[in-house]
């Protein structure tokens, strides 16, 4: 089973920056890949990015080049950091794991319980 811990949500000001974290426990051979994603209420979770354990990644549009996902494997840590920040990317984001790809879509059978980004205008 494994477990995944999001961590480094906050408030924002637009323009600025964030790092979140995901640590992750037990079943190795299922956190291959991993992603983060988020989501508004009312709205589906959203790929933000994706990467996996040879260090191969992808973003989706609204992020490329604002957002870098990484991955520590000696740490067992994910991380999200983001820059320029706008009011779009306030959102509940989460971080998912598979032994398989998934790529940006939500179809990872493991998640975290979420951090919240809030950014102001």
Known sequence: QVQLVE?????VQAGGSLRLSCAASGGTGYRSYMGWFRQV???ER???AA????GVTIYANSVK???TISNDNAKNTLYLQMKSLTPEDSAMYYCAAD????QLL???PYWGQGTQVTVSS
Do not use: A
């Not at 961590?7 to 408030?11: E, K, N, R, V």
């Not at 032994?99 to 998934?102: A, D, L, Q, T, Y």
């Open 7 to 11: 961590t480094g949500g906050g408030s």
């Open 41 to 43: 209420p009312g709205k």
């Open 46 to 48: 959203e790929g933000v």
């Open 51 to 54: 990467i996996d354990n040879w």
């Open 65 to 67: 080049g604002r957002f």
């Open 99 to 102: 032994r398989i790809s998934c």
């Open 106 to 108: 939500p179809e990872y």
